[in-house]
């Protein structure tokens, strides 16, 4: 809600000048990604700062707006001294360990000892993440359903104490809900769980909000959690289509991870920004956010998360058709990945297991065009995947469809593909069907044999994803 106080920022406004508030922050956009930001800047934003609620923008912000006008200063364009905006005035974090020095083209970002405030780098335009709803007195947080059909799979309440302090109980909350989310993807996909799972991502950044916490260990996990839980809701965005959500998620789970000197949550969310650019068709930006992860994954100890790391380079690489930089890093991704699971293998990376290896390397060689390669890496995840994987099991399936779909063997495509639709009716996933739809549109010159034919129709006639969703790439 505005202040009563607020004061329109007439200068700002005049700079947009004829142009809609939507125009205007498609210009901001633009000139964010030709400075290696990333801002999800839109008309409400514009219009906030316009009405003067907010009233000097983030880092990142200020980075574009003064690339946007050179020479002027940010009284220029009509903001407050940031010493004058922070209710508690600048104050200066103190960390217990050494922080890393971060160059990433991505999101570069000033060394993290320069910022002076706890909230200065996460960012002001998320309608999802930074509504503060905390008022005087006790204040409850609710986490919702994230039940199919209606179950309550999971519900979680924590009180907040009129002193706003954040213990052992709400920490251990925000870390339920992750998991949560994680096993009903697992078994479910995205598309049902996108929605109900924003309220206990709320719920999580209220915590943050909310102040303090009584020892530093416990507000390092808070950190940690809610980034995990903006990752996770992420991924739901992304696997359902939504992929400017699923942007704006990681790149709120980056700036947490940055605020709290978090390597390991920055390894991860960079290791989503690149899968999430490969799949958005950027893929220079995938193979710099992954090779940003693997510098911050550095120091953790998990070759597996390094393995990972080189896979997501693999993929961009793929993407710019350059076929031996990404043989290399899937030969760098299988050497780390033999050096086993270690101790500093995240708990998030469940899923990374030799049939994640043997997708994501078929994915590769798909996206090279070398369709009988991937087929035979395809199958091997077929036959490697946990069947308690079930959205993987679609997932994977749908793969190979596609692969062996292009590579000319249409009847063991259609026989896969029948596989997937089986599942698909207890998987909601907009990803996983618009890969089917693919094989199914590559399939259609072969409608004359029976096998083909049989998928064909049956592709057809099944329901269609939830109302809303966005076909998958």
Avoid at 308 to 327: K, P, Q, Y
Wanted: net charge positive.
């Amino acid at each position: 809600m505005v202040s009563t106080a607020a004061v329109p920022n007439l200068a700002f406004r005049q700079l947009r000048g004829q142009r809609s508030a939507g125009e205007f922050a498609a210009v901001v956009r633009r000139a964010a990604r030709e400075i290696g930001e990333q801002v999800a800047c839109d008309a409400r934003y514009i219009g906030r700062v316009e009405s003067g609620e907010i009233r000097c923008p983030n880092y990142a912000y200020e980075r574009v707006f003064l690339h946007m006008f050179p020479g002027a200063t940010l009284a220029d364009l009509g903001f407050s001294a940031r010493e004058s905006v922070r209710g508690r005035g600048a104050r200066v974090l103190h960390h217990d360990r050494p922080l890393p020095h971060h160059d990433d083209p991505l999101l570069h970002r000033e060394p993290f000892p320069h910022r002076d405030t706890e909230t200065d780098d996460i960012p002001e335009e998320s309608d999802v993440l930074r509504r503060v709803f905390m008022t005087s007195g006790t204040t409850t947080v609710a986490a919702a359903s994230l039940g199919l059909g209606g179950g309550p799979a999971f519900a979680a309440q924590v009180s907040l104490p009129a002193q706003r302090r954040v213990g052992e109980a709400e920490v251990n909350a925000v870390e339920k809900a992750v998991r949560q989310i994680r096993l009903l993807d697992d078994r479910h996909g995205a598309d049902g769980l996108y929605r109900r799972a924003a309220q206990p991502l709320r719920a999580a950044y209220e915590l943050l909000d909310a102040g303090t916490t009584a020892r530093r260990a416990t507000s390092d996990r808070l950190h940690a959690g809610a980034g995990e839980l903006a990752i996770s809701v992420g991924w739901l965005a992304h696997d359902s289509g939504r992929f400017d959500d699923a942007r704006s998620h990681y790149a709120e789970a980056l700036a947490t991870a940055r605020l709290a000197g978090d390597a390991s949550l920055e390894a991860h969310a960079f290791c989503n920004t690149s899968f999430l650019a490969r799949d958005a068709g950027r893929p220079r930006e995938a193979v710099r956010a992954a090779e940003a992860g693997q510098r911050a994954a550095r120091t953790l100890g998990s070759p597996r998360l390094l393995a990972l790391l080189a896979l997501r380079e693999a993929g961009g690489r793929a993407g710019l058709g350059d076929r031996t930089g990404c043989d290399r890093a899937i030969g760098r991704a299988r050497a780390a990945f033999d050096r086993g699971a270690a101790a500093g293998d995240p708990e998030w990376m469940s899923f990374f297991r030799e049939a994640e290896l043997e997708l994501l390397e078929a994915q590769c060689w798909s996206a090279l065009g070398d369709w009988s390669r991937a087929a035979r890496h395809g199958r091997r995840a077929t036959a490697l995947q946990d069947a308690h994987f079930t959205r993987n099991l679609a997932l994977y399936r749908a793969q190979l469809t596609g692969d062996l779909a292009r590579a000319g063997r249409a009847d063991e495509a259609a026989a896969t593909g029948h596989q997937v639709l089986d599942l698909l009716t207890r998987v909601q996933s907009s990803r996983i069907r618009g890969m089917l739809a693919g094989a199914a549109r590559v399939l259609e010159p072969r409608a004359g044999a029976a096998p083909v034919a049989s998928f064909l129709t049956r592709h057809r006639e099944s329901p269609p994803g939830r109302p809303g969703d966005r076909p998958g790439p």
